[in-house]
């Protein structure tokens, strides 16, 4: 920080008064504030976000009330592993994308622009956002999981250091593509459809919704496995369930190591996407 | 004193079409200079690149001493925006909205008295979105004051104003240019507003620049012909003479004493802009 002494145009006889360049990280911080209090005291979309997952947990357990034959693990245990990577999907990929539309339909871009904000601030205030809504959402989620499907959380340090990877590896990568993905809609009444179909279809391909996700067609399945929605729920359901499950999965095994590279390659691709499509300005500004 | 801007020879076009056609302006520190000129003439574009959104194609552009194309993010400390259209921070209120934008200079105006200054001391926990069209406006306009800006772009600020709303406006931007000498660049279509605030006026035209003088000189506008009317035989009658004393003097001997229905007129702005856009009146 430099700090600056100035004297007071109205009254130049008055002690100089001592003035200090805002430091990076306190705008950085200060964005993370905006973002939060704008996100949560826009009512509708809150519930939206966070019910949205309890709904469709509470529902598809309700009709896939089974257990699995060869592990006697219900269903609903799968479909609560696989909904914390919706979960974090839907905060990350749909949120982040319809939010930077609106904020480049709205003016908040353009104003951003125009003040003296270093990029960064507006990138690590998203960060904070995504964060934040990203962990209210998984603690919903598992709430909900352990309450009414009797999810074991896990007691090993080993597998929350999986949940930890796997949990910052998919924010990241659907943070990232949500971000690109903001590029492609026109307005923010657009963006819904435009981000949210192509997000429920894959949530249909990555064995979110029908589990487990062997039952799936093979194509969907081949479809699925080309995308980061179908390895975090992966990872999670490698996290919250025995290992006998991972008998079910495609593979036969959790396959970490490949898990690991998919989400990382997406990471690795939504920045490039990012820093190759990202603009300050609406489409009509020019 | 130096000029809060200078540009020469500024040219910038899209798509093969010049928007900006040798754009020469000067505005001094401290003045309010009103650009004037119909949609599409270029006013946009020369205001967006003297804010740094927009890079130009060819010609020497100086504000605040910096080129805005190269400027370091410290040249914005100086620099106030009022955007057109913004509909940004709706769900802050509008003391959070105004502090938050104080964060970013780091000798801000407190965030009161720039409230005080705006007139939204009153309105300042309700949240933006609920306020009227004209106070959202002077959300912006504390946005872009609060920095203590040297310059300050105001971009169509009154549109949508109710008359009484223009008005305070108006008194705002004298109090900032009187006290505390701040350069304002104002686009606009109200030539009232031009001639209310402005001390030179500039018109752009297919990205040039047509005339540039006081509001009251525009266009030979002090010394052009006056317009005498009045009434006689129950018609209304004009002469257009650089005379209009002697006319009148003259007439008042015919009608011994009063003359019916008698106005003098000289072109208003708007005649002399008008004609300078080269529009059909």
Redesign the interface.
């Known amino acids: 920080m430099t700090a600056l002494t100035t004297e007071t145009p109205e009254n130049p006889t008055s002690t100089p008064r001592t003035v200090r360049e805002p430091s990076v990280w306190r705008l950085c911080l200060s964005r993370g504030g905006v973002e939060l209090r704008q996100f949560f005291r826009e009512r509708t979309a809150v519930i939206f976000t966070f019910a949205l997952p309890v709904v469709l947990l509470i529902l598809l357990g309700a009709i896939f009330d089974k257990q699995m034959a060869a592990t006697g693990i219900p269903s609903s245990q799968l479909l609560a592993a696989g909904m914390i990577a919706a979960g974090i999907g839907s905060t990350c990929f749909v949120n982040l994308a319809t939010s930077i539309t609106s904020d480049r339909e709205d003016g908040t871009l353009k104003r951003l622009r125009g003040v003296p904000m270093p990029p960064i601030a507006y990138f690590v205030g998203k960060i904070i956002l995504v964060l934040v809504t990203a962990v209210v959402e998984v603690a919903i989620v598992l709430a909900i999981a352990t309450i009414f499907y009797d999810l074991p959380l896990p007691t090993d340090v080993g597998r929350w250091v999986t949940f930890a990877w796997v949990f910052l590896l998919g924010v990241t990568g659907c943070s990232l593509l949500g971000t690109a993905m903001s590029s492609v809609p026109r307005s923010v009444r657009a963006a819904a459809p435009i981000v949210n179909l192509p997000f429920l279809i894959l949530q249909f391909v990555s064995g979110i919704f029908i589990v487990p996700i062997t039952t799936l067609p093979q194509v969907l399945q081949q479809i699925g496995a080309v995308f980061p929605l179908k390895w975090m729920a992966q990872g999670f359901r490698s996290v919250f369930l025995p290992d006998a499950v991972a008998g079910m999965e495609p593979a036969g095994v959790w396959e970490h190591g490949r898990i690991a590279l998919v989400l990382a390659a997406w990471c690795l691709g939504g920045l490039i996407l990012c820093l190759t499509t990202f603009r300050w300005q609406g489409r009509k500004d020019g | 004193m130096t000029d809060a801007v200078q540009v020469h020879g500024l040219h910038k076009s899209?798509h093969g079409a010049p928007a900006v056609d040798g754009v020469d302006l000067t505005i001094a520190d401290g003045e309010i200079f009103a650009l004037l000129g119909p949609n599409g003439a270029g006013k946009t574009t020369t205001v967006e690149i003297l804010?740094?959104?927009?890079k130009r194609d060819s010609g020497e552009v100086r504000v605040l001493g910096e080129d805005p194309q190269r400027a370091p993010?410290?040249?914005?400390?100086g620099?106030g925006?009022v955007?057109q259209?913004?509909?940004?921070?709706?769900?802050?209120t509008v003391v959070?909205t105004v502090r938050?934008?104080a964060?970013?200079?780091?000798?801000p105006r407190p965030v009161d008295e720039v409230l005080e200054l705006v007139g939204l001391t009153e309105k300042a926990d309700k949240?933006v979105r609920t306020l009227s069209g004209g106070q959202r406006r002077r959300v912006d306009v504390a946005?872009g004051v609060v920095?203590r800006p040297r310059l300050l772009f105001l971009d169509e600020p009154t549109t949508g104003f109710d008359p009484e709303a223009r008005r305070q406006f108006w008194a705002l931007i004298r109090q900032l240019s009187e006290?505390?000498?701040t350069t304002i660049l104002l686009t606009t279509h109200y030539l009232d507003e031009a001639e209310a605030l402005a001390h030179r006026v500039g018109v752009i035209s297919a990205g040039r620049i047509l005339a540039v003088d006081t509001p009251a000189n525009l266009g030979g506008r002090a010394s052009a012909e006056a317009t005498v009317s009045w009434i006689e035989n129950g018609e209304p009658r004009h002469l257009r003479t650089d005379d209009p004393t002697g006319a009148t003097l003259k007439l008042a001997a015919r009608f011994d004493g009063q003359i019916p229905g008698l106005a003098i007129t000289r072109p208003s702005l708007e005649d002399i802009y008008l004609d300078l856009i080269g529009s059909p009146r």
């Open positions: 899209y804010e740094g959104f927009r993010r410290r040249w914005r400390y620099i925006l955007l259209n913004a509909s940004d921070m709706a769900d802050m959070e938050h934008f964060g970013y200079y780091p000798d949240k946005i920095g006290q505390d000498a």
